[in-house]
């Protein structure tokens, strides 16, 4: 294969690259091994930009034509040949598990995640593991046990996080989809920072079944794609009751596809005015103005709406998400699988394991965790941050209820910062501001690239109700179609 | 006055118990995925994802382990809760795979029973009552003496399902507690729920005993003691424990509430070794099961399918079968299986009293013998009808009959086939009775000559020959006339 059919397989849509390769003029290996090309000629892997822990050649060539032989037989699948990339906290049988860890360097898992079933069964070859925050917990991608990911697109800047490979795999042209996780805003923020789609489900559309634990009231796996379509064929792949998930929900998965069709006549989006403070910088704010005025341009209607309990968001958050970790991530422990370290007994042994296993930022949100389920704090923190988040939510069922379709809104309060920029971590949480509410309200939100500020990505945020992505899509799909492909990374 | 013996401070004290009991349900996967429940599988044997709880993998909820949970709830006299909630119960321990045990906390599935346990000499009843019902995970078993200087652990028992069984300390004495347990074990036996054995582990009892002086309405300070593993052994480590208490309180000691181990060899309750402070286990609702919400529909059903329990049953024999004593009732209403074995019999025969002796004589000892159970003893109830008939219409001796019963036990055939097959079926016709007669009195020449010459005290001893050589199938009347008939001949 030359550069050229590489570059020619590259400029395909995840869609015209599952029909190529159904109609056979595209194989699967091909497809895949571009993929990976593409990974070592841009230095996708730790000594360069570190945005990819794993790869396995030999078992993306079986992938690969095991697609082709489907082919031959009539059943290509709906992502035959498309080659994805899936963050490091969706277990896989062909690639490591580590979730940027140490506790769980090695570790492969012995059974596929639904949604990495499902992106087999549908065609498409799981090519690489990507570069996360340790167990999802960041906003930069500096928190992997395996050093920083960097930026694609200005690499002396982060990609955001916790799914910072995802996104910069899909934005440095390696695929056109691959999965991340979000708990608060992990796919949509990096989406931002990196110049691509990134759509967080609403709570219970995917299987969580593989996606290794986080804050599980709160983690859904979210895709990532060049465009709102690769992103919208990859969430109907994986979307849909799984027995395997209490939590998942048996609601029909609509063909987001269709969404493209769309018309925005008639919808009512909402500005909620707490996602434009005033000390927003001003050139996010224009940016998210301007494509509101394309909405309006195309038909819909903008009404400035009100989510009161938005200022709370970052706080309750801070105390769920820790507080189910801490649960959570007690079964690392040294017993039956990752890391061990001998120490002085049982305990001596929990305590090295741990100790060393977990980095800082997952120790701190142990901690935190532990001490607000701790009894006597209980109530005055677990329990209250649990009726603040009803508060939330009812925010936005109140405004879903008021005749508003949609909400538009930045994805985060600045662009890429750089590597090192945050170094507190409050300042850090507070770059998921405009995101982490969506995951404590369950409803669905995607960000997709609205133009650039000092040359870099700018992300604008939809929110629907309950399972309304349909109606995010059709938005997303409208405004990137006006916006041009000049938004994107 | 001397200083008061033990005895005689026991005698100014009163004993309080409140009794926690767990009990496996009688599933044939567990709790919360579907592995077997096979007891005595290779250690690690019935594992998967879920009770290894491997990164990424979730609960799903056994709904016939519910439903056995709310048989014993409504046979309990418990209200079921339209919705209970699934609980985490954080600790760390090698046979805990995740880290936490799922039971439920603030929201059991039933509360509020009632357990008759016995009768005053007043006649009034003695009333224990069921604070709750909930259900939880078993943990895992850890073997400490397999392997020199480890510990193995072996999960085939992680997630096998339990509830566990939590009493008002309403329990007055050992007597009570173990009257309580009887009950509830023979509760749970006739609504089949468990093999309810402690000695197979399927049924665990920890007692909380205080002692308090005699009128005293305020409650003494507790002490939980675990580690009994009979029946006997509560009653015996409740009376060791309260005998301790005593002499502590009656010396003007405190009660130290702590968690007290029995060792049944030593006869002895020693302090638990104390776990670092108090636990806090953190409880918090477990965010990967959504709450168990039980239609009232589901719980009607499930009352209608309730079996006859075994004070309605003793209340029902009482009234059917007046031949039958008090303590013919108790045996036939010990079990869930002998009631109805002796109903089958006594309605196929129309003679209750005669079939409750055969149950409880020769039935009882034969499983016992054989080791069956009335559920699957080779002798049907219709055959023992039938064997009832024929000894009743005089076509086989009593003695006869025994020997035909243990036949039955053997071979399972049917009591006329035997008879037949045995030669035992009472012999009437006089040709072979007189050559019988003849035989004896020519083996037996001396006693022949006296009885002749008119010692009649003989006759017995003859006609016990005469049923001898018969096998017992002559009919001893008629051997009395023919012998008789011999007299001064």
């Known amino acids: ?489 | 006055m001397s200083a008061p013996t033990a005895a005689a401070a026991t005698a100014t004290f009163e004993m309080v118990v409140g009794l926690e009991v767990h009990v496996q349900l009688k599933t044939t996967t567990k709790i919360f995925c579907r592995c077997s429940t096979d007891f005595g599988a290779p250690p690690n044997a019935n594992t998967c994802p879920v009770c290894l709880a491997l990164p990424g993998a979730l609960p799903v909820l056994n709904a016939h382990a519910v439903d056995l949970a709310i048989r014993a709830a409504l046979a309990l006299g418990c209200r079921v809760q339209s919705t209970s909630v699934f609980a985490r119960k954080n600790y760390f321990y090698p046979d805990l795979p995740k880290g936490y045990q799922i039971s439920q906390f603030d929201r059991p599935l039933a509360l509020d029973g009632l357990l008759r346990i016995g009768t005053r000499p007043d006649g009034s009843p003695i009333n224990t009552r069921i604070t709750r019902v909930h259900m939880e995970e078993d943990a895992g078993k850890s073997v400490h003496d397999r392997f020199a200087g480890v510990t193995a652990v072996d999960l085939n028992r992680a997630g096998v399902p339990l509830i566990e069984i939590v009493s008002e300390p309403d329990l007055r004495g050992a007597r009570e507690a173990d009257a309580y347990l009887r009950t509830l074990k023979q509760i749970l036996e006739f609504i089949d729920v468990s093999d309810v054995s402690m000695e197979k582990g399927s049924l665990r009892v920890d007692a909380n005993i205080s002692a308090r002086r005699m009128g005293e309405t305020v409650l003494g300070t507790k002490t939980e003691v675990k580690n009994m593993n009979s029946f006997s052994g509560v009653t015996r480590a409740l009376e060791v424990e309260f005998d301790r208490q005593c002499r502590v309180l009656e010396a003007g000691g405190r009660i130290e509430q702590q968690t007290m181990l029995w060792d049944a060899d030593a006869g002895e309750v020693r302090p638990a070794r104390s776990k670092e402070g108090s636990h806090d286990y953190r409880y918090f609702p477990d965010p990967d099961l959504p709450p168990l919400i039980i239609p009232l529909e589901r719980i009607d059903r499930l009352k209608r399918e309730l079996p006859e329990l075994p004070a309605a049953r003793r209340e029902r024999f009482r009234a059917e079968y007046p031949a039958l004593a008090p303590y013919d009732i108790e045996v036939l209403t010990a079990g869930p299986g002998i009631g109805a074995y002796f109903e089958h019999v006594a309605r196929a025969s129309g003679d209750p009293k005669t079939a409750a002796n055969w149950i409880m004589g020769d039935v009882l000892a034969s499983l016992k013998a054989t080791d069956q159970s009335i559920e699957h003893f080779s002798v049907r109830p219709a055959d023992l009808a039938e064997l009832l008939d024929l000894v009743r219409d005089g076509v086989v001796s009593l003695t006869a009959a025994k020997q035909v019963f243990a036949l039955m036990v053997k071979t399972g055939d049917r009591p006329s086939q035997i008879a037949e097959r045995e030669q035992l079926l009472k012999v009437t016709d006089d040709s072979a009775l007189v050559a019988w007669v003849d035989e004896v009195l020519a083996e037996h020449p001396d006693e022949a000559r006296r009885f002749i010459g008119g010692e009649r005290r003989l006759q017995g001893v003859l006609v016990g020959h005469v049923m001898k050589k018969s096998k017992g199938s002559a009919d001893p009347k008629r051997v009395n006339q023919l012998l008789g008939a011999r007299i001064g001949t």
């Open chain 1, 1 to 489: 294969m030359t550069p050229n059919d590489r570059a020619a397989i590259g400029a395909l849509s995840a869609a015209e690259l599952r029909d190529r390769v159904a109609a056979g003029d595209v194989s699967p290996r091909s497809a895949a091994e571009a993929s990976l090309d593409r990974a070592s000629e841009i230095g996708a892997w730790r000594d360069g930009l570190n945005i990819l822990l794993y790869e396995n050649r030999d078992d993306a060539r079986r992938q690969a034509e095991d697609v082709a032989r489907r082919r031959e037989r009539g059943d290509a699948g709906s992502l035959a040949g498309v080659p994805v990339i899936l963050k490091d906290n969706i277990a896989t049988t062909s690639l490591p598990t580590s979730c940027g860890s140490r506790i769980l360097e090695g570790y492969v898992s012995p059974y596929d995640a639904t949604v990495a079933q499902r992106l087999r069964a549908a065609g498409a070859v799981i090519v690489a593991k990507s570069n996360m925050d340790e167990f999802a917990m960041g906003s930069s991608t500096e928190n992997s046990a395996f050093g920083p990911a960097k930026n694609p697109l200005a690499p002396a800047r982060v990609p955001g996080g916790s799914s910072g490979g995802s996104a910069a795999s899909v934005a440095a042209g390696l695929v056109r989809i691959a999965l991340g996780s979000e708990t608060g805003g992990s796919v949509r923020q990096p989406a931002a920072f990196c110049g691509v789609v990134g759509v967080k489900p609403t709570y219970g559309r995917v299987s969580r079944y593989g996606l290794v634990a986080f804050a599980s009231s709160l983690d859904q796996v979210g895709v990532f794609g060049r465009s709102v379509d690769d992103a919208a064929l990859g969430l109907h792949t994986i979307a849909g009751l799984d027995p395997l998930d209490s939590t998942s929900a048996a609601e029909p998965v609509p063909m987001y596809r269709d969404a493209a069709r769309g018309s925005l006549t008639g919808v009512v989006i909402g500005r909620p005015k707490e996602y434009f403070p005033d000390d927003l910088d001003p050139r996010i704010r224009d940016k998210c103005d301007a494509s509101l005025a394309v909405l309006e341009s195309l038909g819909a209607e903008v009404r400035e709406v009100t989510l009161p309990h938005t200022h709370l968001a970052i706080e309750v958050y801070y105390i769920v998400a820790p507080a189910e970790a801490s649960s959570n991530l007690a079964r690392f422990d040294g017993v039956r699988y990752g890391l061990r370290l001998e120490g002085d007994g049982l305990r001596g042994m929990y305590e090295a394991t741990r100790s060393s296993g977990f980095g800082p930022e997952v120790t701190r949100r142990i901690l935190l965790g532990t001490y607000v389920l701790s009894a006597g704090y209980y109530d005055a923190y677990y329990r209250k941050a649990q009726q603040v988040r009803a508060l939330i939510a009812r925010d936005f069922a109140d405004v879903f209820k008021s005749g508003v379709h949609l909400l538009f809104t930045p994805t985060t309060p600045t662009p890429a910062f750089e590597l090192g920029a945050k170094s507190d971590p409050y300042e850090m949480y507070l770059s998921d501001i405009f995101t982490c509410t969506a995951n404590l309200a369950g409803v669905p939100a995607m960000s997709l690239p609205i133009g650039r500020v000092d040359g870099l990505p700018v992300g604008g945020q939809f929110i629907a109700n309950h399972f309304d992505e349909r109606q995010m899509f059709a938005a997303a799909y409208a405004l990137e179609r006006q916006l041009g492909a000049g938004a994107h990374a």
